[in-house]
């Protein structure tokens, strides 16, 4: 199967063959006929699926047609010009907001932000203006954007809200709504600002939800939701586990630090990623290691976001041995192949261990995930 034979243009063919993609992963294949229909989908995806391009590629191929550079009615008779920021410019001069034509709710500033990425790369042919938008940062460059026309719209429902109220997001032409990673926006207590973002919105318009989990919650928001939807399930990443190699060392709460710096000096670990239940307990650990020689940080909620964004881009370059995380702030980062995943807390719900590990042994590769301290 090759990405043209699921009905996607020239241009998005092009994007995707640049990331280095040969084949569609199996939630593309079957997510991305049904969203270029135009149907709602209930998807069962997690991260590492493949997910991300399986929803974005037939939006931008949906919304391309009618772009900010070609479609009517405009503004201003712009000339077709061939980058976003020359037609932004010339929008702002008119003062007039374009309206979001695709919204996509994330649970977390680091997953909406990759999830922009992703539209801005699979977009790069494209006349399309995209943005993410999250708390945590200063909230006035994002107004001058959504200002200035913003076609594709990434954003956390916290910070959505906030333009709301503020009134510098217009969701009244919003085609095509997302909620990603769905039951992670549950578990964080978003569903009232979901339903007050989904009050916003136009009736008719294409809804797409991506859980990893069909819990009762998620079975009844995507029935209040979704319009005879499409459901499309891919093997949970559990089902693929025997390619992840997972071992449990039991241990005293006690030592658990000292087994963790045992093991990364006797396995000469570098590039691990551990899992702590509270903030406090990733800082501490962090603190414990770095008094061993081992060059660790911390990533949870209360870092400020540039922190956690320089924090993870000196993981990915190799420069901090191990990322000490909680599950919130490691949820979505987008790290693949990871040599290692350290539980040094046991999480609450099978599911977040099942995503925990998935740090490793992404994309046909195989890694190693271990859960000391039990
Ligand atoms: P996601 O599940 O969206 O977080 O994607 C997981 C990883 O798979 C990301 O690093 C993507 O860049 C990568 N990916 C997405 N689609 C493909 C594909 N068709 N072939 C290979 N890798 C892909």
């Known amino acids: ?9 020239a241009e998005i063919v092009q994007a995707v063959t640049a990331k280095g993609y040969t ?16 149907r709602d989908l ?27 550079t070609q479609g009517e009615p405009r503004p201003v ?14 929008v702002q001069a008119t003062g007039r907001r374009q ?13 909406a932000a990759q999830v922009e990425d992703s539209v801005q790369a699979y977009g790069s042919h494209l006349d399309l203006v995209s943005l993410a938008v999250f708390g945590g940062v200063n909230i ?17 429902p916290g910070r959505l809200l906030d333009h709301v109220q503020q009134r510098t997001v217009d969701l009244s032409q919003v085609e095509i709504l997302v909620l990603d990673e769905a039951d992670r926006m549950l578990d964080m207590g978003f569903i009232k600002d979901i339903r007050r973002i989904l009050s916003l919105l136009p009736k008719q318009r294409q809804n797409l939800l991506f859980s990893a989990t069909f819990s009762n919650e998620i079975k009844a928001l995507a029935g209040t939701l979704l319009h005879n939807p499409a459901v499309v399930e891919v093997a949970r990443r559990n089902a693929s586990a025997e390619k992840i190699f997972q071992q449990v060392y039991r241990v005293a709460r006690t030592q658990k630090a000292a087994l963790l710096t045992h093991l990364i000096n006797h396995h ?14 990733a800082d501490r650990l962090a603190k414990h290691l770095g008094q061993n020689q081992i060059s660790a940080m911390a990533i949870h909620g209360n870092k400020s976001q540039s922190v956690r ?12 041995q191990v990322l000490v995380a909680t599950d919130i702030a490691a949820r979505g980062i987008d790290i693949s192949d990871l040599p290692q995943v350290v539980n040094f807390d046991l999480p609450d719900v099978p599911e977040d261990y099942v995503h925990r590990i998935g740090r490793t042994g992404r994309a046909g590769s195989t890694g190693g995930g271990s859960v000391p301290g039990l």
Do not use: C
């Not at 006035?140 to 956390?156: F, W």
């Not at 000469?268 to 307990?281: A, D, P, S």
């Open 309 to 320: 964004t320089k924090t993870l881009a000196r993981f990915k370059e190799g420069n901090i």
């Open 140 to 156: 006035t460059p994002q107004i001058r954007r959504l200002r200035s026309g913003v076609d594709i719209l990434v954003a956390t």
């Open 23 to 38: 084949a569609p992963t199996p939630i593309q294949e079957q997510a991305i006929p049904v969203i270029l229909e135009g």
């Open 99 to 111: 309206p979001v034509r695709a919204l996509i709710l994330a649970p977390t500033r680091e997953l």
């Open 268 to 281: 000469n670990w570098y590039q691990v990623l551990v899992f702590t239940r509270t903030k406090h307990g």
């Open 1 to 9: 199967m090759s990405f043209s034979k699921l009905g996607l243009s």
């Open 42 to 68: 209930l998807a069962a995806a997690q991260t590492g699926t493949g997910k991300t391009a399986g929803f974005t590629l037939p939006i931008l191929q949906r919304l391309a047609p009618k772009s900010t």
């Open 77 to 90: 008779p712009v000339k077709a010009p061939s980058k976003g920021p020359i037609l932004r410019s010339a």
